[in-house]
């Protein structure tokens, strides 16, 4: 591994700068009231999910935004003087939680002495969030989206198309990402390329690669990427047998040490402006083990579960996307001639599969489930996506499935059977416009749900899925507004959310 790894601690958290983290207030709480008192709520707010509503209220409503399965229960309280951390119940989380709030108030007395190089970075965040507020508020009256050449996000499926193009259009400009290159392969800057966890590897890879957000010089940067890949880690170092999951916190915890060890990024921030990614359902783990990792940096991850402390606010939501051979061509296809109402084929595991299985698995010639397509069956497994309306995408052992992407490649509705599931890229995207949502105790329902979705919803609902494709679609080199960019978009929000206080 590149770099010297320090035994010494005492200096692992010396801190020149005081930082102030808030949920946004001045700008999201401002926007909130403007929307609810000017607009209306029927108005269809940009920021009306993750992360800027995110607000220190035992009371907020934000998760009734991404599921209508059941009433969830509420996110962590939030403690009103440190949003960025919850309270727990769990005494041991809590306890870490309390160490680093404390920490974050010594350091905040320890010293006030400026960084003129952060104050910079937060200048310019500061124009960007002017700007992108000035859209909000110009959105009440249907101003014309800027001309462009690539793309124009237009229809139902954006919560407020123009301010999406603003703010995508900000984050082109001025968004940098910095690369830590400590570490080698196959641990770090390197990751599976095809299967289930492909997106891990792939785009890894295309952060690392990018020449358009990627910067050399850390000065300039607004966030911070570690490049380890939790799959390698479990790949290489993880022993079935004996299952010792100390691998993770040895090889997560000695990174976060000699970057902050070496640098001076982590320790002025707590690790708040500095993002991991991973697509291997352990991703969350892997984080827990340095506790600043886990409550405070962002994590941008498929495993995007509420119940298991996914923090919207911070948090990344990314999707799942099974690539079997690695191949990046033809992802997308379709097809006029839909026979088959609704159509799912998968192995039974997790809790709500058995539901799904118990009611449906080879009962009905309408909603076709099976646990393995049959052999003799006259059409391959994309074939049968290709002629369903819908397309069943149950949870599995964890909360996200791929299949949500294949339905959406197949141009066939999703629908989404989950539970405490943040959806990919929701803080653009209105998952209402090109998805349905079934909650496990309707499953016996099904069929008469989808029967009752009449032909000018479900057009609509198609057209959707058809217009929602590219941010989904996988290019290398990335292409706008495909799911690359709409992952930066992501943590381009979330960096918004932030402000470190020199």
């Known amino acids: 591994m590149r770099g010297t790894h320090n035994n010494n601690t005492e200096g692992l958290y010396r801190v020149t700068s005081c930082i102030d983290f808030f949920a946004f207030s001045s700008l999201s709480l401002l926007l909130f009231f403007t929307f609810f008192t000017y607009f209306g709520s029927s108005h269809h707010v940009f920021f009306s999910s993750s992360p800027w509503s995110w607000t220190p209220s035992s009371s907020s409503s934000f998760f009734s935004l991404f599921s209508s399965f059941r009433c969830p229960p509420p996110p962590p309280l939030m403690n009103p003087k440190m949003a960025m951390y919850p309270t727990f119940s769990n005494v041991k989380m809590q306890r870490a939680v309390a160490n680093l709030v404390e920490e974050l108030n010594e350091k905040s007395i320890i010293s006030r002495r400026g960084d003129k190089k952060m104050e910079r970075i937060e200048a310019g965040l500061s124009k960007a969030r002017a700007s992108i507020k000035d859209a909000i508020l110009k959105s009440r009256y249907s101003p014309p989206l800027a001309q462009d050449t690539d793309y124009v996000p237009r229809g139902d499926i954006y919560r407020d198309a123009f301010v999406f193009q603003r703010s995508y259009m900000v984050m082109e400009k001025m968004f940098k990402i910095y690369v830590y290159e400590e570490g080698e392969a196959p641990l770090f800057h390197y990751g599976p390329s095809k299967d289930i966890y492909s997106t ?44 010792d999951k100390g691998v ?255």
Not at 204 to 214: A, K, Q, V
Request: glycine share 4%; aromatic share 12%; proline share 5%.
């Open 200 to 243: 891990e590897g792939i785009f890894l890879g295309l952060i690392e690669s990018n020449t358009h957000f990627r910067t050399y010089d850390a000065d300039e940067a607004h966030v911070y990427f570690l490049p380890f890949s939790v799959v390698m880690i479990l790949q290489h170092l993880f022993d079935p047998i004996t299952r």
């Open 248 to 502: 993770l916190e040895r090889v997560v915890g000695d990174y976060v040490r000699i970057v902050s060890t070496k640098y001076p990024y982590w320790n002025r921030s707590l690790g708040a402006d500095h993002f991991m990614l991973s697509c291997h359902d352990w991703g969350p783990r892997a984080t827990w083990y340095e506790h600043h990792l886990y409550f405070t940096s962002m994590r941008v991850l498929c495993n995007a579960n509420t119940s298991e402390f996914f923090n919207p606010r911070k948090d990344v939501s990314f999707p799942e996307i099974n690539l079997r051979t690695g191949d990046l061509t033809g992802l997308t296809s379709g097809s006029s001639n839909r026979t088959i109402l609704a159509f799912f084929a998968g192995r039974l595991h997790g809790r709500i599969r058995p539901v799904l299985f118990q009611h449906w698995k080879d009962k009905d010639n309408d909603v076709k489930v099976y646990e393995k397509l049959p052999e003799n069956s006259p059409l391959s497994y994309k074939e049968m996506m290709e002629r369903s309306k819908y397309c069943l995408c149950p949870s599995g052992y964890e909360v996200a499935s791929p299949r949500v992407v294949e339905a959406i490649y197949a141009e066939c509705v999703p629908v989404l059977i989950s539970e405490d599931y943040v959806l990919p890229f929701s803080d653009v995207l209105d998952w209402d416009k090109f998805s349905i949502k079934v909650s496990v105790r309707e499953l016996p329902e099904l069929k008469r749900i989808l029967m009752g979705i009449g032909d000018d919803e479900y057009k609509s609902l198609h057209r959707g899925v058809k217009q929602v494709q590219r941010h989904f679609v996988v290019n290398d080199p990335p292409k706008r507004y495909d799911v690359f960019h709409m992952m930066i978009h992501s943590l381009w929000l979330r960096r918004l959310n932030l402000r470190i206080n020199a």
